[in-house]
């Protein structure tokens, strides 16, 4: 079971900024351990966003994304008190969804 | 080819006129301030606060009744006047060390088991890294104030101090050789002179700090092993008396300065 994300959606004029801290290892599949082996790739590949139920976000990540992943983002049509609802899978099928309310 | 390298030769011009040259440290302000918001030390915090009322260890207990310098439970505030006497152990304590004696008394564990795993790595993330982001996440904001009433509190002060001037190992090196003057670095990590309050208000109030490089929330005494480390010096264990002496040194010399930790370091 992976920690919980660190989430805030606040309110930017009519837009809601929404801020995403994953708590995540993103090993990429190309480092190798002290002994020469390959560490095994394992990173968050999708991740959505929906606010009450409709998605506003919506991507595919790769092992380029770094550890402990900062997410950003604007959108529009929500407004303070919805529930805004993050979700992400990785590559060895582990899940993880928080939410948070529109401040 | 030529035309090529020409045009690049321009392009650099244009950039050199479009951005002021600027130096590295203000390079890594930049860089913290876009990320800033950002600090991954929160998640750690959010852990340290699960495991701080988590019952763990053979009696089954939480650390909600540790007294880390302000009382029983009291957590807000009380890394600013830590290290401090404890009556019950009898010793000055820094924070980590302080965790491991709540994790005995408390929670049952050996001493052994509690300071074990000191320090996360890749792949392994270990609860006191946690906790110590927790307990200072607990004080930011606050004035630094590390009382030397108590004879021992003295004593480790003093005791810290010669540690800090003292130089020996086979480079004849000290803490004081690189921080002892003004405008020292270390590749490009400009070092704080500890011997100037402002410095030392700097560079205590920002441990402990989320590492980028690292991955990883680092505490004081992982900074103190790891400057050991660099000056060739014999390992420093883990919540030893010479660790928690130059922690009260360095807490001491801060004093004044605002707590801003977890910080983050490149």
Known sequence: MSDPMKIRATMVGDKVEVKVLMSHEMETGQRKDAKGATIPAWFIQNVSATCNGKTVLSAQWGPAVSKNPFLSFRFSGGKPGDKVVIAWTDNHEDKRTDEVTIA | ?266
């Open chain 2, 1 to 266: 080819m030529k035309a090529l390298v020409g045009a690049l030769g321009a392009m650099a011009a244009c950039a050199a006129i479009a951005q002021q040259p600027r130096s590295p440290a203000e390079e890594i302000e930049r860089y913290r301030a876009a990320i800033g918001e950002a600090n991954p030390a929160e998640l750690w915090e959010a852990r340290g606060e699960a495991l701080w009322k988590e019952k763990r260890g053979p009696k089954k207990a939480s650390l909600e009744h540790c007294d880390i310098g302000l009382g029983p439970g009291a957590v807000k505030g009380a890394y600013t006047v830590l290290p401090k006497y404890f009556a019950d152990s009898d010793k000055v304590e820094d924070l980590e060390s302080r965790l491991v004696t709540c994790m005995v008394t408390l929670q049952g564990f050996t001493r052994e088991q509690a300071r074990k795993d000191p320090f996360g790595g890749p792949g392994k993330k270990v609860p006191m890294d946690a906790l110590v982001a927790y307990v200072t996440a607990q004080s930011r904001g606050m004035k630094m104030n590390v009382s030397l009433d108590h004879p021992k509190e003295k004593e480790a002060y003093e005791l810290g101090k010669r540690i800090f001037f003292y130089r020996a190992g086979p480079h004849d090196f000290g803490c004081v050789t690189c921080h002892g003057s003004d405008n020292q670095r270390i590749r490009l990590q400009d070092l704080p002179n500890l011997t100037k309050a402002a410095d030392a208000q700097r560079a205590y109030d920002t441990w402990p700090a989320y590492r980028v490089s690292q991955g990883e929330v680092r505490s004081m005494q992982w900074r103190l092993n790891d400057c050991f480390r660099q000056a060739r010096f014999p390992e420093l264990e883990f919540v030893s008396p010479a660790s928690i002496a130059l922690t009260t040194f360095l807490a001491h010399s801060a004093n004044g300065g605002t707590f801003d930790g977890p910080g983050m370091k490149r």
